[in-house]
């Protein structure tokens, strides 16, 4: 019986996962290529025999998604799968209609097929759309775990933007010079350097199988860390979703957002304190109607600069993360919040852009007021650098959750924006976290 043929079409995190789970070493299936959106430059490349398997000595090419057309009529697939995060329901629509009009199917593969059940108990941390405040929420969570004097080891949903995929199998992190060694880009180090400091190893890459038979060496409670709004890699034992009344709606309208929504145990609604009453019932209503059976929590991430005087009424640049601000869709993030709250004056980053960043701020037309930290390789990280130093202001607000004056030079003062999770009232994460331990003998 002939092969049936497949195409993947992702980011460079879903996708692969799928692909190893599922189809590496599957005969009833040929994947015969992957496809890449949403992030520059990863297309173009091999997906390699070192990953891809035995049946795939000559790896599999990587193209970009907008020649999937040529590619369709090329290898004849049977199948198209949709394996990447946070979209629009009305995008998922046009995709299954734009595969269908070529001929295929479109597949969404779910939990069932794709999740790994871990040897250890796992906490996993997601969303219903990028930026919600996922990365304070999982430090908060392994926090509470140290705390109880247990070893959790975090895995991190995968970012393998290094072109030599090889070098990116399984990753451990346990020191900032770690994050050097692999290359780390910018959103990369965003989720990886507080949890380094926090002293929690950190592991990623692209072979969730065997970082799962890594990590489980040395921990007594797997925390996953998601990325986007996708759903976990692993199968939770407690599944915790962050919700954003900043977007009220977004929680039942992007895909696979709602899966998460739907599925957990935990319901946070983070930033209350700096959304509007409304939003958050409407947030509230909607958790109600989903998964009535959820444990709502009420959260803030209130913010605190490191050195006020830098900006206070002085004409600032504000560099927000990246993802939140680009296909997060957020218009401004903690750094534009502090700069309001200290009286500065906002610059316009756009007329200071270079390169690839003035391409950044031409695609996410809402952006104005912000600059996205966008490093996605060496030289992303230099026009950003170029960006900055380039701009007309007194002082710099970094929003972005790392040290950004360690990997690029700054000619201008700045200071850092900080953030972390703070429930309000009970239940909250302690008590939730401290019965999940009991019931899995870990205390």
């Known amino acids: 019986m002939p092969r049936k043929k497949v195409i993947i079409m992702g980011a460079a995190g879903r996708d692969f996962h799928n692909f190893n789970v599922f189809f590496r070493d599957n005969e009833n299936y040929e994947v015969v290529a992957f496809t890449a959106e949403q992030i520059p430059g990863i297309e173009d490349r091999i997906y390699p025999p070192e990953l891809a398997g035995r049946l795939y000595p000559e790896g599999i090419k990587i193209y970009p998604e907008e020649k999937l057309p040529e590619l369709v009529e090329k290898f004849q697939p049977e199948q198209c ?209 989903v998964n009535p059976n959820a444990i709502v929590i009420d959260a803030a991430s209130p913010v605190t600069v490191e050195d006020m005087d830098v900006i206070r009424g002085k004409r600032v640049l504000v560099v927000e993360d990246g993802p939140t601000v ?45 600059l996205p930290a966008m490093g996605y390789g060496e030289e992303q990280m230099k026009e950003l650098e170029k960006t900055i130093n380039k701009a007309d202001v007194d002082a710099v607000v970094i929003g972005t959750p790392i040290n950004l004056a360690r990997i690029i030079k700054i000619n201008k003062p700045s200071t850092r924006v900080r953030y972390d999770l703070q429930e309000i009232g009970r239940p909250n994460l302690e008590d939730i976290i401290r019965e999940f331990a009991e019931k899995h003998g870990l205390l």
């Open 81 to 289: 799968i949709l394996a990447y995060s946070d979209l629009p329901y009305l995008t998922v629509g046009h995709k299954i209609a734009w595969v269908n009009s070529l001929g295929p199917d479109m597949r969404l593969m779910g939990p069932k097929t794709t999740m790994i059940k871990s040897k250890k108990p796992v906490i996993a941390v997601c969303a219903i759309r990028t930026g919600c405040g996922k990365s304070q929420t999982s430090r908060r969570v392994n926090k509470i775990l140290v705390d109880l004097g247990l070893k959790p080891v975090n895995i991190r949903h995968p970012m393998p933007y290094d072109p030599d995929l090889t070098t990116q199998i399984a990753q451990r992190y346990e020191t900032i010079e770690d994050m050097d060694k692999y290359r780390c880009t910018i959103e990369e180090r965003e989720e990886y350097e507080p949890m380094i400091n926090m002293g929690v190893i950190l592991y990623a890459g692209v072979d969730y199988g065997k970082i799962l038979e890594q990590a489980e060496q040395e921990a007594d409670v797997i925390t996953w860390d998601g990325g986007n709004n996708d759903f976990p890699f692993y199968k939770p034992d407690l599944l915790i979703t962050i919700v954003d009344p900043h977007r009220p709606g977004h929680e039942v309208s992007y895909y696979p957002g709602e899966t998460n929504l739907r599925m957990a145990d935990v319901v946070v609604i983070n930033k209350v304190e700096t959304a509007d009453y409304e939003n958050i019932e409407e947030v509230r209503k909607n958790i109600q109607r």
């Open 326 to 370: 680009t296909h997060g869709e957020m218009p401004y993030g903690a750094g534009y919040i502090a700069a309001r709250k200290a009286g500065a004056i906002i610059v316009d980053p756009r007329p200071y852009a270079v390169g690839s960043i003035d391409a950044t701020f031409k695609k996410y037309t809402h952006l104005h007021d912000v």
